[in-house]
């Protein structure tokens, strides 16, 4: 055997046989939930004397079954010095500090403290377990734990398993003993969604990990939730549309109002309402407010209404000056965007596409009427055209108009026509001696008309007419110069006069006195045959003269239309006395003619006999004389 083999064994048997009393196992801190047992071990070595526990100091003697504390007891097999403290069930008194303690070998274990823990109760909700809430309005919610638990509880809130932020807790102590009350404050802003939701406050601790729940359910009253719908959504104009409008709401809703555009749609009421669509639905749309003892709420919505081009914006006159820019622009509305397109009057071809036409650097030729045309939606309504006249202010245009031929030493007159945009600031007729531009100026005088319209765009046009009051030679072999001038520029014409020769008055004298010869010479004869036949009987009647055609202006009838028309046909008949009958130096018997000479004259004597000279006279303003 070696030497330190041999050491370590006479140390063992040297220690073995001069060992002390000892703990071989000494108690510890013990954390037990009340009611249930408390076990606190002590086991001691060569030790067979007396072993007792003590409470806070207090020894609780020293048999085995502890007289006097029901609840306590000592376990373990004594010889092998096995002494430990049972406690079942523990109480509330029972925390506290134990030792173990071999008294006459005046042996203490270490304090061992003992816990008890008491899990906390189910917290209460103040106004559980249905919490009445207004939506929308802020509101606490407090959860509190009472009792003697320990420790403190800590109080949780959950929704659908989901803790809860944003609560406050704190404690406070009651005025009796030592029992604290837990109080938690979840603070929120309820929505009409949380209707019905269930909140849960858990009170936990190290004496119930899992806690203690309290449940309960929010009952939201809230202000109507609308949802509005529009059926068909799409609609061609002129088409029927129904609006729907549906509500939750807690307290039940009260009443329903609509509007249209901001305005309230008359005479409707109820969750339905139904209309005609036109055009204004689609920028004003139809809103249902519904109302309870909450409050109201509002939706909106438009309706996808088709309709045809509305015209909103005409295009405007232009006067643009020759060599520049011009732009019309035109607005149209419809749904869907209308086509527009821009043409010239009296012109197939497009000049354009949109709501606006560009012409660059005009000329005279770019004059006229411009239209801006929009084509019929879907529906076949609306479209139509606009149009605006284009001015192209240039030079004025001075043409010569026809002048009538003139006598020598008679009034003549010469015309020329201007047109011009800006207006002509003067027209000016000059000839070799001089120039007029208005009034007059010896035999001269001029005068200004306005023209009819000439060309489209080619702006104001007038007439100016120069007379002449007495014409000379020299007016027939020059030329006369009519002239305008505005801010751009300067045209002009030349205009000559004609000439017209005299008439052959030889010849008309001639036949003049042939036909007055054989006028006096008739007249003559007619007289002395009447004298002859019937003087006394035809100064004594009244003579009628009737005059062919009415007096509403009905044309002249001719010697035969006058014997065999009726009465109706006839003229007017006039009634003349014996002093309207004179002779003549002859002493023939003549009719004066109160129309000198202008109409037919016949003069009738009722009372001659068919052998009576009857005298039909017949005058004519062309100096045409017949006698039946």
Known sequence: MTVPALLVLLFCLRGRAGLSPHFLQQPEDLVVLLGEEARLPCALGTYSGLVQWTKDGLAL?????????????????????QHDLHIRPVELEDQASYECQATQAGLRSRPAQLHVLVPPEAPHVLGGPSVSLVAGVPANLTCQSRGDARPTPELLWFRDGVRLDGTTSYQTLL???????????????????????????????????????????????????????????????????????????????????????????????????????????????????????????????????QFGPILLA??????????????????????????????????????????TLRLPSVGPEDAGDYVCKAEPGLSG????????????????????????????????????????????????????EGFLEKGSQGRFLV????????????????????????????????GFNCSARNRLGEGGTWVSLGRRDSLPTVPIVAGVASSAMTLLMVITGVALCCWCQGKASFSKQKNLVRIPGSSHGSSLQGP?????????????????????????EEGALETKDPTNGYYKVRGVSPSASPNSCVTSLQLKSAGIFNLP
Request: proline fraction near 8%.
């Open 314 to 355: 005409k295009p405007e006159p232009m006067s643009v000056d020759l060599g520049e820019d011009a732009s019309f622009s035109c607005a149209w509305r419809g749904n869907p965007l209308p086509r527009v397109t821009w043409t010239r009057r009296g012109v197939a071809q497009v000049l354009g596409y949109g709501p």
């Open 61 to 81: 003697g020293g048999e085995r079954d502890l007289p006097g504390w029901s609840r306590y007891w000592i376990s373990g097999n004594a010889a092998s010095g």
């Open 175 to 305: 005025k009796k003993g030592t029992t604290e009350s837990v109080e938690s404050i979840l603070s929120l802003t309820p929505s009409s969604h949380d209707d019905g939701a269930t909140l849960v406050c858990r009170a936990r601790s190290q004496a119930l990990p899992a806690g203690r729940d309290t449940a309960i359910t929010l009952s939201l009253q809230y202000s109507p939730v609308v949802t509005l719908s529009a059926e068909p959504q799409t609609v061609q104009e002129g088409e029927k549309v129904t609006f729907l409008c549906q509500a939750r709401a807690q307290p039940p809703v009260t009443g329903y109002r609509w509007a249209k555009g901001g305005s309230p749609v008359l005479g409707a009421r109820g969750p339905i309402l139904e209309v005609v669509a036109d055009a204004s639905f689609l920028t004003a749309p139809v809103s249902c407010e519904v109302s309870n003892a909450v409050g109201s709420a509002n939706r909106s919505t438009a309706v996808d209404v």
């Open 560 to 584: 035969e239309e006058e014997e065999t028309g009726s009465s109706e046909d006839q003229g007017p008949i006039m009634h003349m006395d014996s002093s309207d009958l004179v002779l003549d």
């Open 381 to 432: 309504l609306g479209g139509g055209a606009a149009e605006a006249r284009l001015t192209v202010n240039a030079p004025p245009v001075v043409t010569a108009l026809h002048s009538a031929p003139a006598f020598l030493w008679g009034p003549a007159r010469l015309q020329c026509l201007v047109f011009a945009s800006p207006a002509p600031e003067a027209v000016v007729w000059s000839w070799d």
């Open 447 to 478: 005068e200004t008309f306005p023209a009819p319209e000439g060309r489209v765009g080619q702006g104001p046009g007038l007439i100016s007419v120069l007379h002449i009051s007495a014409t000379q030679e020299s007016d027939f072999s020059r």
